[in-house]
C-alpha cells in the first residue's frame, strides 16, 4: 500500500515533458515557407557545405541528419567528408575555396575536428559571413557585445524552446552547467540578453548543488551521463537536457529510466546501446516542473537553428 500511495503522488507531480521535436519542425516549416517565398528558383537557392573531418560515428550522424534537413526543407547542400589523415592545411584549403565560392552561403566544420587539428585556428579561417555555426570570434565578439550576429545552434534552440513553451526567462535564475565554446558560453550570453540572472557552472565548481537548486531553469551541457539528480533541482524548475551520453549497462538503464527502463532495455539489446543526457531522468521528473527528453529535446532543435541561419545568411549575402 505503503509504495502504491508513493507511485501515485509521483506520477501526480512528474515533470511536463518539452517537446522538442514539434518545436523543430514549426520552425523548419517557417524556414521552408520563407525559402520558397524568397527565392522561386530552384538553383538560388540557399546552399550549405558540410566538412567533415575523419570516422567518429556520431559526427557521421550529425551531418547526415543537417544534410537531410536541408532536403526536407529546400536548402541546397555539399558534403564534404574528408579521411582522418586530412592535414590543417588541406582543411584550410578547402574552406578558402569554400569561402570564395559565391554560390556557398553557408559552411559548417563538424567539431570536434581530429586530435591534430588545432579546430581555433581552422575556425579563424572560415568567412565570418559564411560562419552559420557563429563560432568564429568575430560572430563570438559581437554576440558577447549583444550585437545582431549568427548565435551557435544549440544555444539559440534552447531560447526558441523556452520562449514557444511560455517560459519566463525575464528575471529568472539561470544556470548553465558546462562553459563550452559550443554550447555553455553562449548559452549564458543569450541568457543575460534575455534578462535572467546567469550563474556558469563548470567541473570545478565547488558545491554544484548549492548553485543548481538556485537555478528556475537549470540547462546542463557537461557531458556526464545523469550527474543532475533529484538533489540538484529546484522544485518545479525548468530542466533543460544538452547531454548525449551512450549507455550500455543494463543495471545503469533501469536506475536511470524509472518506468521507461523497459522500452530502453529493449534498445539496448537491439542497438547496443541507449541515449541518456546528463539530468537524471526519473528523479527529474518528480522535482522538475518541465524538462527536455533526451533523445527528442534540444538535438533536434540544433539542426532546425543550423537551417535558419543558413537562410539568414543567404539573406545577407544576397538579398
Ligand atoms: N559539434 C557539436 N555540436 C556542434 C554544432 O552545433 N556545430 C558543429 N559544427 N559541430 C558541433
Not at 287 to 306: D, H, S
Request: charged share 25%.
Amino acid at each position: 500500500m505503503a509504495s502504491e500511495e508513493k507511485s501515485t503522488a509521483q506520477i501526480s507531480q512528474r515533470a511536463e515533458l518539452l517537446d522538442g521535436a514539434r518545436i523543430a519542425d514549426d520552425i523548419k516549416r517557417e524556414v521552408a515557407a520563407e525559402i520558397a517565398q524568397l527565392w522561386r528558383k530552384p538553383e538560388q537557392r540557399p546552399c550549405l557545405a558540410a566538412v567533415r573531418v575523419g570516422d567518429d560515428p556520431a559526427s557521421e550522424v550529425y551531418v547526415k541528419n543537417k544534410i537531410r534537413a536541408c532536403e526536407e526543407i529546400g536548402i541546397r547542400s555539399e558534403h564534404h567528408a574528408l579521411p582522418g589523415s586530412t592535414t590543417a592545411s588541406e582543411l584550410r584549403e578547402l574552406i578558402g575555396s569554400l569561402n570564395a565560392r559565391n554560390e556557398i552561403d553557408g559552411i559548417l566544420v563538424q567539431m570536434p575536428l581530429p586530435g591534430g587539428i588545432d579546430q581555433a585556428a581552422i575556425i579563424e579561417t572560415l568567412n565570418p559571413a559564411k560562419d552559420i555555426d557563429g563560432f568564429h570570434p568575430v560572430n563570438v565578439g559581437r554576440l558577447a557585445l549583444g550585437r545582431p550576429t549568427f548565435v551557435p545552434c544549440t544555444p539559440a534552440g534552447i531560447i526558441e524552446l523556452l520562449t514557444r513553451s511560455k517560459i519566463p526567462i525575464r528575471g529568472a535564475n539561470a544556470c548553465v552547467v558546462g562553459r563550452s565554446q559550443i554550447v555553455g558560453r553562449p548559452m549564458a550570453q543569450l541568457l543575460i540578453q534575455n534578462d535572467a540572472t546567469v550563474t556558469i557552472c563548470h567541473s570545478r565548481t565547488q558545491d554544484l548543488k548549492s548553485v543548481t537548486t538556485q537555478a528556475d531553469i537549470l540547462v546542463v551541457a557537461i557531458g556526464s551521463p545523469g550527474l543532475i539528480r533529484r538533489d540538484y533541482i529546484k522544485s518545479g524548475a525548468t530542466v533543460i537536457d544538452v547531454g548525449m551520453n551512450k549507455i550500455s549497462d543494463e543495471s545503469v538503464a533501469r536506475a536511470l529510466f524509472g518506468d521507461e527502463a523497459e522500452r530502453r532495455l529493449e534498445i539496448i539489446k537491439k542497438r547496443g546501446y541507449t541515449l541518456v543526457g546528463d539530468v537524471h531522468p526519473a528523479e527529474a521528473d518528480e522535482v522538475a516542473g518541465r524538462r527536455t527528453p533526451v533523445p527528442g529535446g534540444v538535438g533536434l532543435l540544433t539542426v532546425a537553428m543550423l537551417m535558419r541561419n543558413t537562410v539568414k545568411a543567404a539573406g545577407k549575402r544576397r538579398l
